[in-house]
């Protein structure tokens, strides 16, 4: 028997799905979240700036109240990997999970990214301990006047260095081995910033309790740091919607307009998967226009949880495609 058609497919489960997945079911939507259960928040030892949580809040422990407010509402939460996204002629979305296809009228693509990882002797267990840090924005004022460690090859490590002189004025940028990938000018801003530069590699991690203490150098040498950063870039997981021809900047974002609309029509973006600033405050704020936004354009279109069956003819010209009654009252 066909599956029927969903309102959405939301792809990915974390701070931006979910808070889609809360949206969507207080619309009375029907929609499934797929997710693979990867989520960058869930690295978060404590998140001190997000908004609300004035002591702090641990990443898993505000996924799963997500996922609780979400599933309170009836949000159906699948765990699982969507392998492949097709459009069929009649515009309807085809998402494969575990071999199956998944009709949907509207994808919402919450994706998020990967961090690429520093090439550190055991890093998988340094990692996975939370000891190298991601994020000067989320946590460089926990740095503050601290001895800064700052990996990375390119001009994004020394921005990432630049930005956390505002905490720390031990800072040092170090390349692990690989050539510094820096301009004349770019050097000279280290150089005034009094951001060290050291191009050796390190031959061995020495972790002592929950802090990595000093990275012993090819040479001999040990230098110690209180806090370690990456600062290698990311890469984005929007690998789905290649074939959809949809617009991707230049590192693999999905580009999108104020509705969280991308050029593939129907398909939608929120979180770190967008070009924009990765934080949760702004995977939410992004989610929650993203699904307003397919409620809105699919109003008119009955709800498939009212309607007879599922074989309701979608139209996008017959709809209104913008976001808020404000907006249609204004035209
Ligand atoms: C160490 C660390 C600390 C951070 N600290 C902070 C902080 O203090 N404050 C702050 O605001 N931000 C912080 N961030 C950033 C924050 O975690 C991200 O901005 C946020 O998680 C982005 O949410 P998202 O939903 O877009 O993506 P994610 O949280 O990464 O979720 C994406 C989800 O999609 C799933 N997925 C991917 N592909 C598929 C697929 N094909 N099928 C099904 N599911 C799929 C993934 O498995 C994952 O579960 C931190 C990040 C890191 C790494």
Redesign the pocket.
Known sequence: MPRSVLDCLV???????LTAAIYLARYRRRFQV????????V??PT????AGFPEGIN?RVLLGRMTEQARKYGAHIVP???TRLERRPDGVFLATLDGEPIPARTILL????V?REPELPAVSDVIRRGLV???GI??GYEAMGQRVGVIGQGNSGLHEALFLRTYASDITLLSLGRPLTLTAEERRQAAQAEIAVVEEPVRRVVVEGDQVRALNMLSGVCRSFDVLYAALGSAA?SE?VRGLDTHLDDKGCVVTDEHQRSSTDGLFAA???VRSL????V?MGQAAIAATAIHNRLRGVPSPREAPDDTLSFSPQDLCTCCSPLDARRR
């Open positions: 792809i990915g489960g974390g701070p931006a799905g797929v997710d693979a259960g990867r989520s960058r928040a690295l978060i998140s001190h700036n997000h990443g699982g990997s969507v919450a994706t998020g990214v961090d840090r991601h994020c989320c946590d997981r789905l979180g770190d998967v990765d934080q949760i405050s995977a």
